[in-house]
């Protein structure tokens, strides 16, 4: 049977992610790294009794069930194979006469999770298990921390901040809430409220957002948040490095004055700005492309070896976020959760109204840019990055939409006959650049002819038209 018969017999199930395994007499060696890779990653179903030819599943079922599911979870849960004590879910089913077990791995609240040592870390890609990298496995350590690790309190004092910094924050406050409460104390209460210093000490956060550049550097070598603008629509075709990369400033605040204006210069802005750079309500696009860059600043994982990054192309502006969010994004869309990396940051950026008082600002970041633009943006999260693309220029080349249509359907034939394709595998079949395949992969999924089941690691699409 295919994998969407199966899916079909097993209608109680959720399916998200799935792996089989022939496993008819004992729990099989190469499972444990399926259990870890759906613990790292979006978790997943484990179903025991199937085996996989190519793309076709057979039912061998297991003969043994209640061993079979004694054996494996008493290993889940005894803490000698794995570093955490792990919790699935089971089920059992019969198909065609057989025994079948389904078990339910669920994401692990503390990453990473791994087996005998920690050189068995895995992750999943494209519906397979792969051996995670030393990177992926220093930022799941870091995202222990997360939403903690700004609050921490660094060895340093009020004279390692900028104070040409904080004096711009308290005017720029001042302009944009006359009446707020932080307008009428004193500049220590200030920093404390904010929570820049706390017992004597400035934060992580605080050095972060007001520091002195080479102060930031003694937490954070080569602290810097890099913006590039490139002559091209992709790193390939463009025909010089950039034209144009900001050079180094003193702070996150600093940083945010310095890029914000160079990407209001890529897009068309009908009105006047106010002299704070803010544009009006009348200019949902603007809101989107501010939201979208206070987004990565607020929420990027600093300690992390790759920085923040603005990529401006000719046809695109690409926000690269190291650190990848705590959920699936729609989930954080649809339950509008406020889960911040760094929520000292994010205080910061809300209190002078540059970032949403709850979430993500996607609704902003979406309903904002499709006023400007008919591509709708591009999210792709990883476990140790997050990217966001904005389409900046319309095709004015005759001819255009009938190369579309013929992209989607070659999109829409691939995919039939590999629900499991990768977009830089159609990207490299179709001779598109990623990027071209990303936008026509959204439009067929607003059009709702495509559909993605299951996270972006894991899953697979559905053709629904």
Not at 147 to 176: A, V
Request: proline share 4%; aromatic share 10%.
């Amino acid at each position: 049977m295919k994998k969407e018969e199966l899916i079909t017999k097993l209608q109680d199930i959720e399916w998200e992610d799935f792996e089989v395994k022939k496993a008819q007499k004992s729990v099989p060696k190469n499972c444990w790294e399926t259990v870890s890779a759906f613990s790292n990653t979006s978790g997943g179903w484990l179903i025991y009794g199937v085996s996989q030819l190519k793309e076709e599943l057979i039912i061998e079922g297991v003969e043994d069930v209640e061993k079979m599911e004694q054996d494996f979870t008493t290993t889940l849960r005894s803490g000698q194979k794995f570093n955490v004590l792990i919790n699935p879910i089971c089920r059992k089913y019969e198909i065609d006469g057989k025994n079948i077990l389904a078990f339910y791995i669920y994401v692990a609240a503390e990453k990473p999770v791994y087996f005998n040592n920690i050189k068995n870390t895995f992750i999943r890609r494209t519906s397979g298990d792969q051996r995670a990298t030393q990177a992926e496995i220093d930022a799941m350590y870091r995202d222990q921390a997360f939403g903690s690790k700004d609050k921490e309190l660094t060895q340093f004092c009020k004279d390692s901040l900028n104070i040409k910094s904080i004096t711009r924050y308290r005017n720029f406050l001042t302009n944009m809430s006359p009446t707020h409460i932080y307008n009428r104390i004193s500049e220590d209460e200030f920093l404390q409220k904010l929570q820049v210093i706390k017992d004597g000490k400035v934060t992580i956060a605080g050095l972060l957002f007001f520091g002195q550049s080479e102060k930031i550097e003694e937490i954070i070598p080569d602290f810097r948040i890099d913006y590039l603008e490139i002559p091209g629509a992709t790193i390939s075709e463009a025909i010089a490095r950039y034209n144009f990369r900001l050079e180094q400033q003193e702070n996150i605040f600093e940083y945010y004055f310095a890029i914000f204006p160079r990407l209001l210069q890529q897009i068309d802005v009908p009105f006047q700005m106010t002299i704070d750079g803010i544009a009006t309500e009348e200019q949902p696009h603007v809101q989107a492309m501010r939201e979208a860059l206070v987004n990565m600043l607020m929420h990027a994982d600093y300690f992390s070896a790759s920085k923040p990054r603005v990529r401006v192309f000719t046809d695109h502006i690409e926000f690269y976020n190291p650190g990848g969010l705590p959920k699936d994004l729609e989930t954080l869309r649809n339950a509008d959760i406020s889960l911040p990396r760094n929520p000292i940051l994010a205080k910061m950026f809300r209190v002078i109204k540059l970032a949403e008082t709850a979430g993500y600002g996607f609704d902003k970041i979406f309903g904002g840019w499709n006023t400007y633009s008919d591509d709708i943006p591009f999210y792709y999260n990883d476990i140790d990055f997050v990217t966001l693309s904005l389409t900046t220029k319309k095709p004015s080349v005759k001819g255009s939409v009938k190369s579309s249509v013929k992209t989607s359907v070659k999109i829409i034939e691939l995919m039939k006959n590999n629900p499991n394709i990768t977009i830089p595998k159609i990207a490299e079949q179709l001779d598109k650049s990623t990027r071209a395949i990303e936008k026509q992969i959204a439009k067929l999924q607003e059009q709702e002819k495509i559909r993605r089941t299951g996270p972006d690691k894991g899953g697979y699409w559905e053709i629904i038209m």
